[in-house]
């Protein structure tokens, strides 16, 4: 049964990395296999899975950010 349940847990985890456990579980729920989030973060832990989050954009500059001219242009 835990086997089964990885193999699921690493199949849904191919189709979407961004999933986390509250997705994983939600997706195995609806595919009929009733399982709790708690048991799908263990096995995550055990499998060092980890859902690919989006990192904050640091290259637009603020509003409020004093804009310097390019002193190396001509």
Not at 55 to 72: E, G, M, T, V
């Amino acid at each position: 049964m835990h086997v089964q349940l990885e193999e699921k847990i690493k199949e849904h985890y191919t189709l979407d990395p961004s999933a986390g456990s509250r997705r994983i579980t939600a997706a195995l729920n609806r595919a009929g296999i009733s399982v709790k989030r708690s048991v799908i973060r263990r096995f995550i832990k055990k499998l060092k899975l980890k859902g690919i989050i989006p990192k904050r954009n640091l290259s637009k500059p603020k509003a409020s950010a004093q804009k310097f001219p390019y002193l190396l242009k001509n």
